[in-house]
């Protein structure tokens, strides 16, 4: 069984940054894709970044294109999200999610495997 967990979540200033990581409870996941998800309160969980198994495709959602950095280590079976110039629309509950699949995935539907999420709070 496939277990994700983040961390590095907390609260930021804006124009702060902060890095999640997200460790894999086994190394099957370093050939899944994986992404980053975040979810507002009343609003719909949506994709903020997804990479390949290999790290070499990646995805960016439009509202963090140039702030945000997806990388994975595959030799520790870890994921990173590295968010800089953060903006209080920032603030969510942030899930890492794994596909069995090996290219980068879209939809959330697409996903197998959830972390527990970690918040972060971005301050005006």
């Known amino acids: 069984q496939v277990q994700l967990v983040e961390s590095g979540g907390g609260l930021v200033q804006a124009g702060g940054s902060l890095r999640l990581s997200c460790a894999a409870s086994?190394?099957?996941?370093?050939?899944?894709?994986m992404g980053w998800f975040r979810q507002a309160p009343g609003k719909e969980r949506d994709l903020v970044a997804a990479?390949?198994?290999?790290?070499?495709?990646?995805y960016y959602a439009d509202s963090v294109k140039g702030r945000f950095t997806i990388s994975r280590d595959n030799a520790k079976n870890t994921m990173y999200l590295q968010m800089n110039s953060l903006k209080p629309e920032d603030t969510a509950v942030y899930y890492c999610?794994?596909?069995?699949?090996?290219?980068?995935?879209?939809?959330?539907?697409?996903?197998?495997?959830w972390g527990q999420g970690t918040q972060v709070n971005v301050s005006s």
């Open positions: 999610a794994a596909s069995i699949a090996t290219m980068v995935q879209i939809l959330d539907n697409k996903y197998n495997y």
């Open positions: 086994t190394r099957t996941v370093s050939r899944y894709a």
């Open positions: 990479i390949s198994w290999s790290g070499g495709s990646t």
